[in-house]
């Protein structure tokens, strides 16, 4: 990606503040970098999170789960702590960009499969 975008490591050094030996590394497949690492280099390359970890050209389609629980189900099942939790982090949910909260979906998404 760093070299279809016209990008030397030195460029994605200077843009990251990684190390150039460490970006050959990640590059190479010496090194497994952190997602705050996969996210510098994302923004380095001016790219959304999702296509470091996505070939194709548009973002992959979410799985459509069958009867899914809306906030108030789950919400009516719990303490009065967790009520107030599922409703903030809910909110919070909202406040996401769309293409944020597919990733974040996504993501949900492949680990909740791995279980």
């Excluded at 970890?53 to 992959?60: K, S």
């Amino acid at each position: 990606m760093r070299e279809q975008r016209g990008l030397s490591q030195g460029q994605i050094e200077k843009r990251t503040g990684l190390l150039r030996c460490y970006i050959s590394r990640v590059e190479n497949g010496h090194t497994v970098p952190s997602i705050e690492t996969v996210e510098k280099l994302a923004r380095a390359l001016e790219v959304p999170l999702y296509q470091i970890f996505w070939d194709g050209e548009e973002m992959p389609a979410l799985v459509n789960l069958p009867g899914r629980m809306t906030e108030d189900d789950v919400a009516t099942d719990e303490s009065p702590e967790q009520e107030q939790f599922i409703r903030r982090m809910a909110q919070l949910f909202n406040l996401l960009s769309e293409e944020d909260r597919q990733l974040l979906l996504t993501a949900a998404q492949r680990m909740a499969s791995r279980w």
